[in-house]
């Protein structure tokens, strides 16, 4: 079966901290996301990774940063964070071409900004 | 700005009746479809993908692509209480460097 990881399930910080939020897939998939889910608004794409040290910007970039130095991890940065960023933060990885190319999710991380 | 859009609802049908869950796109280049379910506090998991027009059916659920009209729709037969779940479609150009776009979801209850 597929895995993907998340490395915190619940996490809770402080306004200003620097915060790190990590996912590491096992099925060795091209493509990595990160996802951020709010009441009404639906899964919205932060960034994606389609390669190592490759990135591209989702709809909601600002305020995050991500970096993929190795092919099963992917991860996401708060540079600065904020109460607005307090949210559900999904990772997922796939599959590029063919007809596999269905995403798999890890369980998520709670973050809390206070 | 590529768009999935869909009803939120929520969708109410009776245990037993068929829901009919609908979902269209903008992007007419997009090539790959999925239905994900996703309970309460939990991540969203696959129930069907589709990559042809037309339908294909997996158990108690059919999924139907017209690429021609842009829609893509989610038929769960014999609905169940443990089918009360928000069901999210995805859209994907299936190329190196394109995302995977959600829909904000549709909120279905099955009443026993």
């Known amino acids: 079966d597929v895995k993907v990881t998340q490395s915190s399930r619940y996490l809770v910080k402080r306004t200003g901290e620097k915060v790190f939020l990590e996912c590491v897939q096992d099925?060795?998939?091209?493509?990595m996301f990160w996802y951020r889910q709010d009441p009404g608004l639906g899964l919205r794409l932060i960034y994606f990774?389609?390669?190592?040290?490759?990135?591209e910007k989702g709809d909601i970039p600002e305020g995050y940063s991500v970096s993929r130095e190795k092919k099963e991890r992917f991860s996401l940065i708060l540079e600065s964070a904020s109460t607005n960023q307090t949210s559900m933060y999904l990772c997922?990885?796939?599959?590029?071409?063919?007809?596999?190319?269905?995403?798999?999710f890890g369980q998520g991380t709670r973050l809390t900004v206070v | 700005q590529k768009e999935v859009e869909q009803n939120s609802g929520p969708l109410s049908v009776p245990e037993g009746a068929i829901a009919s869950l609908n979902c269209t796109y903008s992007?007419?280049?997009?090539?790959?479809f999925f239905w994900y379910r996703q309970y309460s506090g939990k991540s969203p998991e696959l129930i069907m993908s589709?990559?042809?027009?037309g339908d294909k059916e997996d158990g108690r659920f059919t999924a139907q692509l017209n690429k021609a009209s842009q829609y893509v729709s989610l038929l769960i037969r014999d609905s169940q209480p443990s089918d009360s779940a928000t069901y999210l479609c995805?859209?994907?150009?299936?190329?190196?460097?394109?995302?995977?776009?959600f829909g904000k979801g549709t909120t279905l209850s099955v009443s026993s």
């Open positions: 589709i990559y042809s027009n």
């Open positions: 990774s389609y390669d190592v040290k490759m990135k």
């Open positions: 997922a990885s796939s599959w590029t071409g063919g007809e596999n190319t269905e995403a798999f």
């Open positions: 995805a859209v994907t150009l299936r190329q190196a460097g394109t995302a995977l776009i």
């Open positions: 992007d007419r280049g997009s090539q790959s």
């Open positions: 099925m060795d998939h091209e493509n």
